[in-house]
Nanobody, 125 residues
Framework: QLQFVESGGNTVQSGGSLKLSCESS????????VGWFRQTPGKEREGVAC???????NYVDFAKGRFSISRDNNKSRVYLQMSRLNADDTAVYYC???????????????????WGQGTQVTVPS
């Protein structure tokens, strides 16, 4: 079964940058689209960005121009480069993959099956 481990979360000052990493195991990553999601207490998990098997990308509006998703199948990793962070970006960030994905990857959490445990990003206000 496909499994993920996220890393790179930290506390960063407002306006700063952070790069998250998502390492997969259990099955070749090249066969899966991968998404990044985030969640804060009391709120639903929301999509941030996703990347298809052919490296087409899709971003939610708040991530456009600030976040960049990429993948390295040889290293079984997907990355999320985040810049110009602010307090609203404070959340636990998760990576995930759907069982199947065609065309543009989805940013809906309910479309994803395999999830990591998350990594905390904190931007003090």
């Amino acid at each position: 079964q496909l499994q993920f481990v996220e890393s790179g979360g930290n506390t960063v000052q407002s306006g700063g940058s952070l790069k998250l990493s998502c390492e997969s195991s259990g099955y070749p990553l090249e066969y899966y689209a991968v998404g990044w999601f985030r969640q804060t207490p009391g709120k639903e998990r929301e999509g941030v960005a996703c990347i298809s098997t052919s490296s087409d990308v899709n971003y939610v509006d708040f991530a456009k121009g600030r976040f960049s998703i990429s993948r390295d199948n040889n290293k079984s990793r997907v990355y999320l480069q985040m810049s110009r962070l602010n307090a609203d970006d404070t959340a636990v960030y998760y990576c995930a993959a759907p069982e199947l994905s065609y065309g543009i990857c989805s940013l809906r959490a309910e479309d994803y099956t395999f999830w990591g445990q998350g990594t905390q990003v904190t931007v003090p206000s």
